[in-house]
């Protein structure tokens, strides 16, 4: 960085208190030119010339840049993201069957979880996101792809492990004078950090929660998540009832299928019994190959033999679309933190 103030991450206030503003309403149109994506203080006409010159030299809209543009054939959209300090990380823009789109959005370079069948899982740790940089992110999907629908914290990181800045991220995403963005389009993906859950049900925001369980079974899911061995099923079931009943809000629970390895009929069973009596989801992801990992996509047969098992359980189960596979866009691909 160059010395200049990053004003996507702060709020009409924080805009004036850093750049001493005398106006308050400079700090809310700055904000709002910043929400609807200028990308230059010239695009900022109702500032006068000599405003606009100030600006320039003393802040700068957003601190990262887009270093590359990957795009599937399905539609779907891979932006790599050139952070200040050389560190980078990957946000992806999915597009459903019925148009809407989803900025599935980063909020760690790197990841300290160490799954064993995730990519970002196998690069290690190099540090939390600012709200800034993940405001960044959403917005320059929606430079690409045009107003966005929802969004998920569901790329690289442990959302948990940053949910200071994810907080101060949502609250800006969707503040009235800006983006607007309602709190319903919102989803947050844990690995099952337990006292994030908490933390999220009691303080919020008010969010979707997505919870990566992959296996019910304590001895696989510990080899295969090591989160696991500080982060007990039992302590974790407790932990999403608990946000079921202190939100309202039914929770998913997301299982990545690994030939041979989840998707058996014991494994069914036991994931059954940790959804029993409890408001959740079901959403199972056939593993989206990684070059390197020793884990195999189960056929589709065997995908539809695991989600009969679970329907019969009287579960509601649905199966995740492949999307982003040839961009290294889809879940598990995201992996690479250096430009």
Do not use: H
Request: charged share 25%; glycine share 10%; proline share 5%.
């Amino acid at each position: 960085m160059d010395g200049r103030i990053a004003l996507a991450g702060l709020t009409p206030g924080e805009i004036c208190e850093a750049l001493q503003l005398p106006q308050t309403f400079r700090g809310k149109q700055i904000f709002q030119w910043i929400s609807k994506g200028a990308l230059s203080f010239d695009d900022m006409t109702n500032l006068s010339k000599d405003c606009r010159a100030m600006l320039a030299e003393r802040a700068c809209l957003r601190s990262s840049s887009v270093a590359q543009v990957l795009r599937d054939p399905d539609g779907t959209i891979k932006l790599q993201i050139a952070l200040a300090d050389g560190c980078a990380v990957e946000t992806v823009l999915l597009t459903d069957r019925e148009g809407r789109k989803t900025a599935c959005v980063s909020c760690q370079a790197g990841c300290a979880m160490g799954c064993l069948f995730c990519q970002t899982g196998q690069l290690g740790f190099r540090r939390n996101l600012t709200a800034g940089e993940i405001v960044e992110e959403f917005l320059y999907l929606e430079k690409e792809a045009g107003k966005l629908d929802n969004i998920v914290f569901m790329g690289m990181g442990e959302p948990m492990l940053n949910l200071p800045e994810i907080r101060k991220a949502v609250s800006i995403l969707t503040d009235a004078q800006g983006r607007g963005l309602s709190s319903r389009r919102i989803t947050l993906s844990t690995s099952g950090i337990i006292p994030g859950i908490y933390d999220l049900a009691d303080n919020g925001p008010q969010m979707r929660l997505a919870v990566s369980l992959t296996t019910a079974d304590t001895e696989l899911r510990e080899r295969l998540m090591p989160v696991t061995k500080g982060n007990p099923l039992p302590e974790l079931r407790d932990a999403i009832r608990y946000y079921i009943e202190k939100t309202g809000k039914r929770v998913t629970l997301e299982a990545a299928l690994l030939a041979g390895e989840n998707t058996g009929k014991e494994s069914a069973e036991r994931l059954a019994a940790f959804a029993a009596s409890m408001d959740v989801y079901i959403n199972l992801i056939p593993w989206n190959p990684v070059p390197g990992l020793p884990f195999k996509t189960p056929s589709p047969e065997e995908t539809a033999q695991f989600a009969s098992l679970l329907e019969r359980k009287g579960l509601n189960v649905s199966l995740r679309t492949r999307r982003g596979t040839k961009i290294g866009g889809a879940c598990g691909q995201l992996g690479k933190t250096t430009i």
